[in-house]
């Protein structure tokens, strides 16, 4: 019997030391600085840099791939088991009570960008390695951890890594959450784009532009219209005060050169969960349905309202549904456009079930959009990621999660979008604990020293289970 908690006790001081100078190098996208070896620039390559020197003087085996990735391998067999990380990390941003490169360590907590995305759990599964090879565990199988350097913006670290490298038979990604994330929805993002802008005038009202939304995966919190035409100010701005106060939104009209001005603000939130914001675009897009436009308008409002507005499950598109697995498809209009020259555009963040159809889905959008004068283009498609809830890779998961922690075990699913989505047979397998704050991407982020040293026990034990 290993005392694994034991193991990494042992370790403690060696760990912070090594994750601190790890979070000291500011591993972040730099084209500017990105040549042959380092396709991401010096910060991540020094990162890389970090990690693969460490694993050798460790005495693992290391491959780097031209700088998009690398490995630290050991263990012996034909059967590999992979864990996913990866070390580059978002912009450190404003108002961070420390340095957020200097890794203070407070109250038992590192304030560094990246200690919980993904460095510190990065670490915490490098020491569970570590502690295998130190004890000279016999193991029948070969265990690489897979060093990705892309994470937060192209992931073209893992696509180049396994168009060269072998695809792991199982494995799992210490970049989200315990117990487990099993399951992820399918993720569309395309847009209706208007295919020829239409010259015609008739309508009382003529829409010049339009504007709401920059990133599809987030619900817009602002929008703005501008329009001219047959229009009686006093009216209008009756109007539009009472829509806003009925909805309990905020908004704004000003005259300008004859034109027209709406502001409206909504609520921004994740666009996984769209019905718990509040869609600034659609809502003025909505209030605007009321008046007569022009062709290119009208059809951009009809189109909104015909088929996008107040609807985040895709009742109005007939593509409605949901499976036992990761529930319901959800839909967000991210962005939309509209200008007389260029026409409209809709940018939509669709996430389906993984039992879901998802051709007849995207026929529909494509017809839909066609009645509008608008083509779809896809712009991003993951299919459905699910490891079934009697693979062995769950059971040895969940099995180890419940002995070292004392709780009990579960599977998550999610709207998409975890690393572990790489691998053919993988889940991602914290290293945040239920109910940990968490602060991924944001200032003052932390790891919590007690957590992490909780989790490279968790995980020395899985890889041990996995690859004995
Ligand atoms: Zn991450």
Same mark, same amino acid.
């Given at each position: 019997m290993i005392n694994w908690k034991q193991e990494v006790e042992n370790r403690k001081e060696g760990f912070i030391e090594d994750l601190r100078s790890f979070l000291q190098i500011k591993s972040v996208l730099d084209p500017d600085t990105a040549k042959e070896g380092a396709p991401f620039g010096e910060g991540i390559r020094k990162g890389l840099d970090f990690l693969l020197e460490t694993g050798e003087?460790?005495?693992?085996?290391?491959?780097?791939?031209?700088?998009?990735?690398?490995?630290?391998?050991?263990?012996?067999?034909?059967?590999?088991?992979?864990?996913?990380?990866?070390?580059?990390?978002?912009?450190?941003?404003?108002?961070?009570?420390?340095d957020p490169f200097a890794a203070e360590l407070?109250?038992?907590?590192?304030?560094?960008?990246?200690?919980?995305d993904d460095k510190g759990p990065t670490m915490?599964?490098?020491?569970?390695?570590?502690?295998?090879?130190?004890?000279?565990?016999?193991?029948?199988?070969?265990?690489?951890?897979?060093?990705?350097?892309?994470?937060?913006?192209?992931w073209q670290c893992v696509k180049h890594y396994f168009k060269h490298e072998e695809m792991p038979t199982i494995g799992f990604a210490p970049d989200a959450d315990f117990p487990i994330i099993y399951a992820e929805k399918g993720l569309f993002d395309c847009e209706w784009r208007q295919v020829k802008s239409s010259e015609t005038n008739e309508g009382d009202v003529r829409l010049l532009s339009f504007q709401s939304g920059r990133r599809l995966n987030m619900v817009p919190d602002q929008a703005e219209a501008v329009l001219e035409g047959n229009v009686e100010i006093e009216e209008i701005a009756a109007e539009y005060k009472e829509y806003l106060n009925e909805l309990q939104l905020i908004g704004k009209l000003s005259v300008?050169?004859?034109?027209?001005?709406?502001?409206?603000?909504?609520?921004?939130v994740h666009g996984s969960a769209p019905e718990k914001g509040k869609n600034a675009g659609l809502f003025l897009l909505n209030f605007l349905s009321r008046y007569s436009f022009d062709q290119g308008g009208q059809n951009f409002i009809e189109l909104a309202n015909g088929y996008l507005t107040g609807d985040t499950e895709g009742n109005k598109l007939e593509i409605k549904d949901s499976d036992d697995i990761t529930g319901p498809l959800t839909l967000n209009t991210g962005i939309m456009t509209y200008t007389t020259t260029d026409g409209g555009i809709f940018g939509l963040n669709l996430?389906?079930? !993984?039992?879901? +159809?998802?051709?007849?889905?995207?026929?529909? *959008?494509?017809?839909?959009? @066609? #009645?509008? &004068?608008? $083509?779809?283009?896809?712009?991003?498609?993951?299919?459905?990621?699910? !490891?079934?809830? +009697?693979?062995?890779?769950?059971?040895?998961? *969940?099995?180890?999660?419940? @002995? #070292?922690? &004392?709780? $009990?075990?579960?599977?998550?699913s999610i709207g998409g979008g975890t690393y572990a989505r790489s691998l053919e047979a993988g889940v991602a397998f914290g290293a945040l604990f239920p109910g940990e704050e968490e602060?991924?991407?944001?200032?003052?982020?932390?790891?919590?020293?007690?957590?992490?040293?909780?989790?490279?026990?968790?995980?020395a034990e899985a890889i041990y289970e996995l690859a004995k």
């Open positions: 003087a460790d005495g693992f085996r290391s491959k780097d791939l031209d700088g998009y990735a690398a490995h630290l391998e050991f263990g012996e067999g034909d059967e590999l088991v992979g864990v996913l990380c990866h070390i580059d990390v978002v912009p450190e941003g404003d108002g961070w009570s420390s407070r109250d038992g907590k590192i304030y560094a960008r990246g200690a919980i915490a599964a490098y020491y569970a390695m570590k502690i295998i090879n130190e004890l000279g565990l016999k193991l029948t199988k070969r265990v690489r951890m897979i060093i990705g350097t892309d994470e937060e913006s192209n300008e050169n004859k034109r027209f001005i709406f502001h409206l603000e909504g609520q921004s996430r389906y079930p !993984v039992k879901h +159809d998802f051709e007849s889905t995207q026929r529909k *959008l494509t017809s839909v959009g @066609k #009645q509008y &004068g608008y $083509e779809l283009n896809e712009i991003e498609h993951l299919t459905p990621h699910h !490891v079934p809830k +009697d693979h062995p890779l769950i059971k040895t998961l *969940l099995n180890v999660y419940e @002995k #070292q922690t &004392g709780e $009990e075990g579960y599977l998550i602060l991924a991407h944001q200032k003052d982020e932390y790891v919590d020293v007690e957590n992490i040293l909780k989790a490279a026990a968790i995980y």
